[in-house]
């Protein structure tokens, strides 16, 4: 029993990405093939220019979630399909280049997440295996399996996972999930595992660390370690690190900007794994209290 992946050829690598029931991996093809569109070569890292980018892909990625739920008859690979159909991409590509030509406050629709318990790790050994691997509890739901110390999940009480609201899906389907533990591939082999804890937040944290490593020349760790925006409900959320200048000009372009004043695991906590050639390099993400181990 093996579900296959979602398979997204993106700037010369493969990225491998969890099939449905995971709601992310779809939500997170999907706004890699929206920033596929653009030409980030004179574009610095980091700069009014770049979080514009970021902000308008998260906006209309939450968007067509409203369409990936539409969708919600099909199964599995039938659905990821037409989803990232690129006929229907067109159109959203279409809104991107408008939006970027114009910013100005928009709504993202209504949003979802809070607290939650989610891990991650990545893992490779000496043969080069890799394995990529998300878990959560959610907030628990306060039943303890025996003496394991194992709490049960809650994520029936998750409202990113019920878009539709509360006890609104028919019986006898598979609840979804945000989790989407990634593998990225190069000519066929594994170069990147990652992977993040943080409700609706982590699938933008994957999709940021992503843009890091294969649009910019950024090391693992700085790719983990920079600053992160989230876009929700209309308020763009810029994690401290960043440019005081370059909120002050997104305030000046129409956004509204919450500005934390240092890291937060609000932004999700990417734990990765990369190959450097026959070099391997980990890092945990601070955020969530990432480590990494030799064994």
Do not use: C
Not at 236 to 248: C, I, K, R, S, T
């Amino acid at each position: 029993y093996r579900h296959a992946p979602i398979r997204l050829d993106y700037r010369g690598h493969t990225i491998l990405m969890p099939p449905p029931p995971s709601t992310g991996g779809a939500l997170i093809a999907f706004s890699l093939k929206l920033l596929e569109s653009l030409d980030l070569s004179d574009v610095d890292h980091a700069s009014t220019r770049h979080l514009t980018i970021l902000a308008e892909v998260m906006r209309l990625t939450k968007r067509a979630r409203q369409r990936w739920e539409a969708l919600s008859q099909l199964e599995g690979a039938e659905r990821v399909a037409a989803f990232l159909d690129d006929t229907m991409v067109a159109s959203y590509r279409e809104a991107l280049a408008e939006a970027l030509a114009r910013p100005a406050p928009r709504s993202d629709g209504p949003g979802g997440g809070g607290p939650a318990n989610t891990t991650h790790i990545s893992v490779v050994d000496r043969d080069g295996l890799v394995v990529s691997l998300t878990t959560t509890p959610g907030e628990s739901a306060g039943f303890i399996v025996g003496d394991t110390g194992v709490t049960l999940n809650n994520l029936m009480g998750e409202a990113d996972l019920h878009p539709r609201g509360f006890h609104q899906d028919p019986p006898g389907i598979r609840l979804a999930s945000m989790m989407a533990p990634t593998i990225v591939l190069k000519e066929g082999r594994p170069v990147l595992a990652l992977g993040s804890g943080g409700s609706n937040r982590l699938r933008t944290a994957i999709f940021q660390v992503l843009n890091n490593l294969l649009d910019f020349p950024l090391s693992l760790e700085r790719a983990v370690l920079a600053p992160r925006v989230h876009f929700e409900e209309g308020i763009l959320h810029l994690e401290g690190g960043y440019n005081p200048q370059v909120a002050d000009e997104l305030e000046a372009l129409g956004y509204r900007v919450n500005r934390w004043r240092q890291r937060n695991l609000y932004f999700g906590g990417v734990h990765a794994v990369a190959w450097r050639g026959d070099t391997i390099e980990a890092t945990g993400d601070p955020r969530r209290g990432g480590a990494v181990a030799i064994l």
